[in-house]
């Protein structure tokens, strides 16, 4: 079982849509969590980080459930540039490493 | 931009030869550390380096090596690759503090095994 699963799409929505992404990870001793962007052929870049109380920012929603080890991005009013791969991205505490999911690829039609 | 750079951007191998990819940090980070990224999947851990020495390393055979020169910067060394080495190779530099520390990526190294 990988570490951290993403359903991969990909998501094909129009313009103005609302999008959620969901993600579930198996190290019940996780404690750092992000969602990553990546565009086609660049490198990931920090989207935002989920904190237990969920957090917004702008259209962006994150959420966190430690119960059942799920992690959510909802994008609001979805636009063109929004296109991309969007990473779930979790870290245990004392590991060197971020370990990424396989990502959910977002194509935004108009 | 996150003020990380990598070289070369693109490289073509054949199967069996030795590469060395390079990258320079952020300005004042202390740490670098490497990540492969196949086709569809997502970044996998190599390796990290903290003051010129391996802090932590992924489900990655030796022939995976590195390094961190005074200034931070870091080489990655692949031997005898394979043509499954054919990756997006990432470099992210972080200034340790704590136990986590944000991660800067760096645009990645294309590598191609023929």
């Known amino acids: 079982r990988k570490e951290v699963e993403q359903d991969p799409g990909p998501f094909n929505v129009p313009e103005g849509a609302t999008v959620a992404f969901n993600c579930t990870y198996s190290?019940?001793?996780?404690?750092?969590f992000f969602w990553y962007r990546q565009d086609c052929r660049k490198e990931p870049k920090l989207l935002m980080s989920?904190?237990?109380s969920g957090n917004e920012d702008g259209r962006f929603t994150a959420q966190l459930n430690r119960a059942s080890q799920y992690i959510s991005l909802l994008i609001r009013d979805s636009k063109l540039s929004d296109s991309a791969t969007y990473l779930c991205?979790?870290?245990?505490?004392?590991?060197?490493?971020?370990?990424f999911g396989s990502g959910t690829r977002l194509q935004v039609q108009p | 931009e996150t003020g990380v750079t990598q070289s070369p951007t693109h490289l073509i191998k054949t199967r069996g030869q030795q590469v060395t990819l390079r990258c320079s940090s952020q300005?004042?980070?202390?740490?670098v550390s490497w990540y492969q990224q196949a086709l569809g999947q997502g970044p996998q851990f190599i390796f990290q380096?903290?003051?010129?020495?391996?802090?932590g390393r992924g489900n990655f055979p030796p022939r995976f090596s590195g390094l961190q020169f005074p200034n931070y910067s870091s080489e990655l060394n692949v031997n005898a690759l394979e043509l499954d080495d054919s990756a997006l190779y990432l470099c992210?530099?972080?200034?340790?503090?704590?136990?986590?520390?944000?991660?800067?990526f760096g645009p990645g190294t294309r590598l191609t095994v023929l």
């Open positions: 991205v979790v870290k245990a505490p004392g590991r060197r490493a971020l370990t």
């Open positions: 380096y903290y003051r010129e020495e391996e802090n």
């Open positions: 190290n019940s001793a996780s404690q750092s």
């Open positions: 989920v904190y237990s």
């Open positions: 992210a530099s972080s200034l340790q503090r704590g136990d986590y520390n944000e991660q800067f």
């Open positions: 300005s004042g980070h202390n740490t």
